[in-house]
């Protein structure tokens, strides 16, 4: 059996990569060399006539040189650094969420009120519910705008349904931090409403806006090409 | 058989290697054979065309060469698929199919896709 390692060492010269991975190009070059020249020898090619057509396979060793060179040398570009994930779950959910808001911001501004329902009469102490009716009719758009983009960046039916649900997540996780950081911070709010205020929050600002949510992203939630 | 242009062929490379891996690991020479195998010849990747388009796409992360024993007894590098290589698949058949079916207005050309 030839060396090829050796031959192929000759043709490329020193590559002055990493020892290792010189090395293991050589190896791995020299294993389908031998491959196709099995392949060609079970056709009836002499043994020395299939190492010179391997050989001959390659028509400027130079060039594959430089393009093995370029490729191991050169920086992956932002294109690949920005992952699967950050396209797929993080910029869609960032997107749904930034429009949400400027949507809720802008309601608040040219829109007609919400609709406030205290649970006591006691309206300076008690939570109250919030209907915000026209903001929870435009969420189907922002729910479809990022279950789509989601899965139109190869993600899966959970990341296409995170990405549309994160305005809502977004809030819940603001609550949650907000609770206990009042019953440390603010000393106004009466501790025996913190739950009742959390439970409200979370009813009117995460429960029911996900409704919506998952009403626009519903005809989007498919499983990607690649995995159906 | 007729000769396809360089970029045509590693961007159509890209998927042919994406599509193959999604079904099981394979080395190198194991690739450019069922390449040649299933589009009847048209598309052929020899060792200087193959080699330096798996380094990129394993340098992107798509694929992962891993040193194993073959039925030959032989160690090869089987590349597999990644994670993130499997979710390249459904953007760049889309893009490819977008590819074609743009063709095909204009020029007529049909795909089997």
Known sequence: MPDNQGLIRERLGKLGLETRREEEILRELGEHLADHAAALEARGVTPDAAAQEVLESVSNWPELRNEILRVETEEVTMDYRLNYRSKALWLPALCALTLSNVLL??????????????????MSMRPYFTFFVPWLISQPVVGAMAAYWSRRAGGAVLHQLLAALAPAIALLGLFVLIIPFSIILDKHVAHNIRLTAFLVLTATWVLLPSVPLLIGAAPFLRKPQAQA | MIGIDTRIKRGSGELAILALLNQEPLHGYEISKRIAQRTAGVLQFNLASLYPLLYRMEKRGWVKGKWEEAKS?????????TRNGKKQLAPLREKWGMFFQALHRIAGVAHAG
């Open chain 1, 105 to 122: 911001a802008l309601m608040q501004v040219f829109g007609p009120l919400p609709h406030f329902y205290w649970l006591s009469r006691d």
């Open chain 2, 73 to 81: 007894g032989r160690k090869r590098r089987y590349y597999h698929l």
